[in-house]
């Protein structure tokens, strides 16, 4: 039985696994379906903290892998399907029909963008145009047009966020009215840099002759007519989908799956020895840095629990 079982690679995964394995905890890291998580397909990261001049995504990812290996951190390849957290002893059992089993759990699988499936995005996403951060990828279409597509708080406040930047933002949205609270609707509408595309679903973003982002092709819900928006690059803000699946109901989570953590906490579930950190639970900042922060959290209070136990645990 291991003494910390860490789900997910992310900035939160292995922040924690840096700092259990420094703790002497020996943890043991299983890697999901995209060891690494979001991080790995973004071209360059200009906001982690301590890289002046930028980094790329895969390494940032790879560096922290390899330090938390430094200090002895093991990892296992697997996709958890579903867990049993209710006893002192959490069982996990994987894809490979392996079961894992530990004194605590520390729950950082992330969540994943909701994507549109249309042509041309999967190509583009990832540094040539196609993106679901502005906090992230702003920076990089100053001067030049972009479109957002969405309609509620995230898209508004992405459109918004973008104007700090860029020449023009479009917002694409399916119907005539937006699903944004009153007041970032009204701060989108007083925007001069934002121009609206309603009653408009998008088919497929075009590339130029790089392969790089030049427009949306949308269609208008009601008219049916076709036509381009010039945009470098297309932000999509339609929601994350947390990956809290294989838990089936066995922590609390909100409307849109996310856990929630136990009052006044970050990272504590109301299980003893089950911690989250990062995307999972966190809908409001997803940031590497927070993420970062949360395994934090989450390593040290592992850490204190387990030297609360009335008896140390053996790996075996």
């Known amino acids: 039985m291991e003494n910390v079982i860490i789900l997910g690679t992310g900035c939160a995964g292995l922040t924690a696994a840096i700092y259990t394995a420094r703790a002497n905890l020996n943890p043991l890291v299983i890697e999901g379906s995209q060891p690494g998580g979001q991080l790995t ?25 390899k330090q938390a290996a430094r200090f002895g951190t093991r990892f296992t390849n697997d996709l958890i399907e579903s867990a049993d957290l209710s006893g002192p002893v959490k069982q996990l059992v994987g894809s490979s029909g392996n079961t894992y089993e530990a004194q605590s759990v520390i729950i950082a699988t992330g969540a994943r963008p909701r994507l549109l499936g249309i042509p041309g995005e999967k190509e583009m996403f990832g540094g040539k145009g196609v993106t679901t951060c502005a906090t992230c990828d702003g920076a990089f279409y100053r001067d030049m047009p972009v479109v957002v597509i969405g309609g509620g708080d995230s898209a508004a406040e992405e459109a918004l966020f973008l104007t700090r930047f860029t020449s023009k933002v479009t917002l694409v949205h399916r119907r005539d009215e937006l699903r944004a609270s009153k007041i970032m609707a009204d701060r989108v509408f007083e925007n001069e840099k934002i121009e609206m595309a309603w009653n408009s679903v998008p088919e497929a973003v075009l590339a130029d ?9 949308v269609k208008n819900v009601k008219s049916g007519d076709v036509s381009e928006i010039e945009a470098k690059g297309v932000f999509v803000a339609i929601g994350h989908v947390p990956n809290t699946s294989f838990l089936e109901g066995a922590l609390p989570t909100d409307e849109n799956g996310y856990l929630v953590p136990a009052d006044n906490s970050q990272v504590i579930t109301e299980i003893p020895g089950v911690y989250v950190a990062g995307d999972v639970s966190d809908h409001k900042f997803r940031q590497a840095i927070t993420a970062a922060g949360m395994g934090c959290q989450a390593a040290i209070e592992v850490e204190r629990w387990l030297a609360e136990q009335p008896q140390p645990v053996e790996v075996g």
């Not at 001049?53 to 790879?62: A, K, N, P, R, Y």
Request: without cysteine.
């Open 41 to 65: 397909t973004t071209s360059e990261v200009e906001n982690f903290p301590g890289f002046p001049e930028g980094v790329d995504g895969f390494s940032l990812m790879d560096n922290l892998r």
């Open 209 to 217: 002759e790089s392969g790089l982002a030049r427009a949306l092709q």
